[in-house]
Structures are given as C-alpha cells and as structure tokens.
C-alpha cells in the first residue's frame, strides 16, 4: 500500500473503500483511467465489509456469506493497477475537484478529472436520556469490535433500536458466543401497516428468506420486547439500568451495556462541503444528495454512489460503484467503456437489488420520539447541548443549524454534526412549524474532519507560496 499520492493528478479519484467504492475503483482501472482509491480505515471493506483482510473470525458462519462477498471485491481491485492509499483522511473537496488528503502525518493536493464519492452511512443519532453515558454504544461501534478483533459482550447486554442491522449484529454476536440478556424492539406498531402495500416487492426479494431465517435465529436465544415506545439509560458516571415502556408498563433492568441502532444515513459532510445539492428525504428521514442515474451530482464532476447517495444496501452499492464508475469511463474513455458491462445491465442489477428497499424502509422508519428528543436529554454531544438548550435558543431567534451554532456552538466540535446535525434540523423545524427542508443543515466547509496544523504546515509550497511570504 502507498503512503501518499503517487502524481499530482488522476483520471478518477474515488473516496471511501466500502462496497461501492471498491466496485468504482476497479471498474475505472480495468478501463484504464488512471485511478485513485482513498480511504481512512487501516485495510479495505468500509463497515459492512470490516477487516475483510484481516479479521480474526475465520468460520465463514459466524460473520455470514453477505460479508464474504468483500473478500471477493478486494481481489478484483487488487487485480488492477489502481492505487490504493488506506489511513488517508480526505479533508477537503471543492468545485474544482481540487482534494485535500492527510496521510501519515502530512497534508498534500491532488486533482482529479472525475470524483467519486463512496463515503457510506452514519448510524442515525438514538438521541435518548443517558445515551453518552460510558456503556452506551452504537451497534455499529459493537460490529465494529466484533468484526476486527473478534471482541463480543460478556456482561449484562442489552440492544435497542430497529432495523436489519440490528438483528445481524445479535445474530453474529450470538455465534461468536457473546451474550445479550433482552433485545427491545422499537418499530412502531403503525409501521407494519404503512409498510404492507410493498410488501409483496419484499417478499420477492432477497432480504426476505435472509432477514426471517436471522430472526428465528435470534428469538430462539433472546428474550425480544416488541412496541418499545419509550426508553432511557441511567447509571452514576457508567451505565447501570436500562428503562423502557412496552404495552403501557415500565420495566428496568440492570445492564453493563446498551446497544442502540434505529437505521443509517448517508454521510453527507463531504458532498456538501462541495456544494453538492441535497434535498431532505422523507421516508429515510434524513438528507440526499440530488442525483441524476448514474450518479452524478449538481456539481460537474462529482458523482455519489453507495450508501451515501440513499441508503440502498451493500448489494445496491456495489452496483451504483460500477454504474458511477461506467459513466466516468464514458465521459473520458468512451471507447474503453465498450469492455465494460452495459449500463442498461447495470441498471437492471440496481432495480433487482433495490427491490423491497421501500418496505423495510417504511417498516423501519424511528418514531418521532427516538428521533426528536425532549428536556435536559443531550442533542450536541461535543458541546453538551440539550434539547431544551435548542428550543430556548429558537425561542430568542435562532432560526435554523447555522444561527444555532452562533448561540450554542452545536456542530462545531470534532464530529462537526455528524452525531447531532440530523437531530437540531428535526427538532428546530418541529419548533418553527416548519418542513426540514425548510430548516436546512449546517454549512459545512474544509476541513471536514479534525487535522492538525502541522498537516497543514507539511501542504507543499509553490515557489509563489514561498515568494508571498518572504514578500510580506
């Protein structure tokens, strides 16, 4: 693996090496453009293909046959001549496609004739009371562990949350032997009708057989408590009880540790650093960037695919690398693009993978009151900021994230609202009376994620650099 940018300058530079990224990367170099895959993780596969390279679980059971399939992705791209740069924090892109990489301690600028960004999904922020007490995680943080180093709970356990990624985690922390005392399931009883007009487009699809053989899996082992509608976790200083309403009655329980999951987002901060247009989806719940099909974006040059161009899955991703990729080699190798799969074909791999996407999306939509938290529960974990904090601030003036920031510094701290951003738009458009679009997001803008000055410092100077400053 290379430890910085071999040239200046590539035909396709693509960021993120998750499903689509890995496809996009491979299709550009099989196609001969000269291309460039950047990624911040120690090796290859993003989260849903963690440690692909590396991980410790070698019973291919125990992680299941989906995550397998990365191993496979990984020998495809290593088979081309595109180069691969791991522990790379891409911290700027803009409309010139112009980017701003860090690796091992030094900044330096590469351009590119066509970006692919494959930046993935957020978990959604589970904003309740007691979330930032030390025992309390994200099921994405636990697959993590779980994936890289074979680590599984051996304490009380308790999950909480919905959505698919939540009973493959229990799945594969059953198998791996870890414990889970009670499962709290949080989908909304509405939910299961909303969702039954697309139910026959599931049932034909393969989330289907996968998602219900994992379930029985599951609820074999593990007490599950379904229409969960409230939940808090309470400890001095350390998680020690988890406290949840099911059938109208309250029970606590003791636990060591909470995991909480309702569903991903795309990770949006990149992209709209860049200025790409995004518009505020409302069955997902979250923001999108506005895509045409074949995933370019309202910037010229930049295109999404993946995760964080709509939640679709892995296998979707895989497919919306390849497409995005086809259509970089179209604009700048239009003859090369004759030894690639057709784009009609491709588009009828997305249609067939993205089939029952609508249902589990409606099935899985959180509940308002997951979603918009009330009181002192904290919304902006870097600032401690609580909701009442935001309603106060609305109360004065503030009128949407950015104004916010002004009064409360919300989205200001290392994760530059990556955990509170979708949060204060919901919660200040609920108290304005208005749509989240309306409200809008954060103005984001390099870096986007946290450098250091002597990164910036170590950014290679031109000889006009130089002459500037000796100037001043």
Same mark, same amino acid.
């Given at each position: 693996?290379?430890?910085?940018?071999?040239?200046?300058?590539?035909?396709? +530079?693509?960021?993120?090496?998750?499903?689509?990224?890995?496809?996009?990367?491979?299709?550009?170099?099989?196609?001969?453009? #000269?291309?460039?895959?950047?990624?911040? @993780?120690?090796?290859?596969?993003?989260?849903?293909?963690?440690?692909?390279?590396?991980?410790? +679980?070698?019973?291919?059971?125990?992680?299941?046959?989906?995550?397998?399939?990365?191993?496979?992705?990984?020998?495809?791209?290593?088979?081309?001549?595109?180069?691969?740069?791991?522990?790379?924090?891409?911290?700027?892109?803009?409309?010139?496609? &112009?980017?701003?990489?860090?690796?091992?301690?030094?900044?330096?600028?590469?351009?590119?004739?066509?970006?692919?960004?494959?930046?993935?999904?957020?978990?959604?922020?589970?904003?309740?009371?007691?979330?930032?007490?030390?025992?309390?995680?994200?099921?994405?943080?636990?697959?993590?562990?779980?994936?890289? #180093?074979?680590?599984?709970?051996?304490?009380?356990?308790?999950?909480?949350?919905?959505?698919?990624?939540?009973?493959?985690?229990?799945?594969?922390?059953?198998?791996?032997?870890?414990?889970?005392?009670?499962?709290?399931?949080?989908?909304?009883?509405? @939910?299961?009708?909303?969702?039954?007009?697309?139910?026959? =487009?599931?049932?034909?699809?393969?989330?289907?057989?996968?998602?219900?053989?994992?379930?029985?899996?599951?609820?074999?082992?593990?007490?599950?408590?379904?229409? !969960?509608?409230?939940?808090?976790?309470?400890?001095?200083?350390?998680?020690?009880? /988890?406290?949840? /309403?099911?059938?109208?009655?309250?029970?606590?329980?003791?636990?060591? *540790?909470?995991?909480?999951?309702?569903? /991903?987002?795309?990770?949006? @901060?990149?992209?709209?650093?860049?200025?790409?247009?995004?518009?505020? &989806?409302? *069955?997902?719940?979250?923001?999108?960037?506005?895509?045409?099909?074949?995933? @370019?974006? #309202?910037?010229?040059?930049?295109?999404?695919?993946? &995760?964080?161009?709509?939640?679709?899955?892995?296998?979707?991703?895989?497919?919306?690398?390849?497409?995005?990729?086809?259509?970089? +080699?179209?604009?700048?190798?239009?003859?090369? =693009?004759?030894?690639?799969?057709?784009?009609?074909?491709?588009?009828?791999?997305?249609?067939?993978?993205?089939?029952?996407?609508?249902?589990?999306?409606?099935?899985?939509?959180?509940?308002?009151?997951?979603?918009?938290?009330?009181?002192?529960?904290?919304?902006?974990?870097?600032?401690?900021?609580?909701?009442?904090?935001?309603?106060? #601030?609305?109360?004065?003036?503030?009128?949407?994230?950015?104004?916010?920031?002004?009064?409360?510094?919300?989205?200001?701290?290392?994760?530059?609202?990556?955990?509170?951003?979708?949060?204060?738009?919901?919660?200040?458009?609920?108290?304005?009376?208005?749509?989240?679009?309306?409200?809008?997001?954060?103005?984001?803008?390099?870096?986007?994620?946290?450098?250091?000055?002597?990164?910036?410092?170590? /950014?290679?100077?031109?000889?006009?650099?130089?002459?500037?400053? !000796?100037?001043?």
């Amino acid at each position: 693996m290379t430890v910085a940018p071999k040239r200046e300058a590539y035909d396709v +530079v693509v960021i993120g090496a998750g499903p689509a990224g890995l496809a996009a990367a491979a299709t550009s170099a099989e196609a001969g453009l #000269s291309t460039l895959l950047l990624d911040e @993780n120690i090796g290859p596969g993003g989260q849903v293909f963690r440690a692909i390279a590396s991980t410790p +679980v070698t019973d291919r059971n125990q992680l299941g046959a989906d995550y397998w399939v990365g191993a496979d992705l990984v020998q495809s791209l290593r088979a081309t001549s595109a180069e691969v740069i791991h522990r790379a924090t891409v911290w700027s892109l803009d409309r010139n496609l &112009d980017i701003a990489v860090s690796v091992g301690g030094a900044s330096a600028f590469v351009k590119a004739q066509r970006v692919i960004l494959a930046t993935g999904a957020l978990e959604r922020p589970f904003p309740i009371p007691g979330w930032t007490l030390p025992g309390v995680m994200t099921a994405g943080a636990a697959q993590t562990m779980l994936k890289s #180093s074979a680590l599984v709970p051996d304490g009380r356990t308790v999950i909480a949350g919905q959505g698919p990624l939540l009973w493959l985690l229990a799945a594969q922390i059953l198998r791996l032997g870890g414990r889970i005392d009670r499962i709290l399931d949080t989908t909304e009883r509405g @939910n299961y009708f909303a969702a039954l007009p697309h139910a026959f =487009a599931f049932l034909t699809s393969p989330y289907f057989a996968k998602g219900l053989a994992m379930m029985r899996e599951v609820k074999a082992k593990v007490q599950v408590v379904s229409g !969960v509608t409230e939940l808090s976790a309470a400890g001095e200083g350390q998680l020690a009880t /988890v406290s949840y /309403v099911a059938g109208g009655k309250r029970e606590t329980i003791p636990a060591d *540790l909470l995991l909480l999951h309702q569903g /991903v987002v795309p990770n949006v @901060n990149l992209a709209m650093s860049a200025d790409v247009e995004h518009r505020w &989806d409302d *069955l997902q719940l979250c923001w999108s960037p506005v895509l045409d099909a074949s995933g @370019n974006s #309202s910037v010229a040059g930049i295109a999404i695919a993946g &995760d964080g161009a709509g939640i679709g899955g892995a296998n979707a991703a895989v497919v919306r690398g390849r497409i995005a990729a086809r259509a970089a +080699v179209e604009a700048l190798a239009p003859a090369a =693009a004759a030894k690639l799969r057709s784009m009609a074909a491709l588009r009828a791999d997305l249609a067939k993978a993205e089939r029952g996407r609508v249902f589990l999306d409606t099935l899985f939509r959180p509940a308002p009151q997951f979603r918009i938290p009330s009181g002192d529960t904290i919304v902006c974990r870097c600032e401690e900021v609580t909701a009442k904090d935001v309603l106060d #601030s609305v109360a004065i003036g503030a009128t949407g994230p950015n104004q916010l920031k002004a009064y409360r510094r919300t989205g200001m701290g290392p994760c530059q609202g990556r955990l509170c951003g979708l949060t204060v738009t919901e919660l200040m458009a609920q108290a304005r009376g208005k749509t989240p679009q309306e409200i809008g997001y954060y103005r984001l803008r390099a870096p986007v994620k946290p450098i250091t000055l002597a990164e910036l410092a170590a /950014v290679p100077k031109s000889e006009a650099d130089i002459k500037a400053v !000796v100037r001043g």
